[in-house]
T-cell receptor
């Protein structure tokens, strides 16, 4: 069962912030975040393993609320290079190796 | 070397052909994966190899046959495919234990 991701799409002006959410109905072992640009492979951004964990990658950060089985990706002071489709991927506690992706959030950053 | 290399980058094959996709990594990763991605959709897991043994097959039709000849190589053998199998096929690798996956650039397959 794939995670639920929202919103489907977001349009930002350079410098604005955005949040992408990812939730699962099952107990999660880990949450992964990837960005894919058109015609390219997904690129790993970060992984969150523990409840309440937060991580950062430049001005992109994420949190994982283990109790709610939810993760959020924060795009801060967005740059043109942040454009792409963001996927969350989840691994359930009883399904090692099964990284399943959400439907994706298309992010467009305009000048 | 921090890359996953996939060949070929593009492949056009007829429905009666037999072809193979190749994936190679030299990062010492012992888990390797095949994903299929259709346009505007997320990658879908097909197979997982752990320590060169097939550990997960996500009910993939037998016309797709994976093979892991050694810890650096992963192949996907294709036979009698259908036009709906046209997609981007992604290979990925990771350390065992779910750290981040490194994806190859993919093979764009067209079945005619």
């Amino acid at each position: 069962q794939q995670p639920v991701q929202s919103p489907q799409a977001v349009i930002l002006r350079e410098g604005e912030d955005a949040v992408i959410n990812c939730s699962s109905s099952k107990a999660l072992y880990s949450v992964h975040w990837y960005r894919q640009k058109h015609g390219e492979a997904p690129v790993f951004l970060m992984i969150l393993l523990k409840g309440g964990e937060q991580k950062g990658h430049d001005k992109i950060s994420a949190s994982f609320n283990e109790k709610k089985q939810q993760s959020s990706l924060y795009l801060t002071a967005s740059q043109l290079s942040y454009s792409g489709t963001y996927f969350c991927g989840t691994v359930k506690t009883d399904s090692w190796g099964k990284l399943q992706f959400g439907a994706g959030t298309q992010v467009v950053v305009t000048p | 070397d921090t890359e996953v290399t996939q060949t070929p980058k593009h492949l056009v094959m007829g429905m009666t052909n037999k072809k193979s996709l190749k994936c190679e990594q030299h990062m010492g990763h012992r888990a390797m994966y095949w994903y299929k991605q259709k346009a505007k959709k997320p990658p879908e897991l097909m197979f997982v190899y752990s320590y060169e043994k097939l550990s997960i097959n996500e009910s993939v039709p037998s016309r797709f046959s994976p093979e892991c000849p050694n810890s650096s190589l992963l192949n996907l053998h294709l036979h009698a495919l259908q036009p709906e199998d046209s997609a981007l096929y992604l290979c990925a690798s990771s350390q065992v234990g779910n750290p981040g996956y490194t994806f190859g650039s993919g093979t764009r397959l067209t079945v005619v």
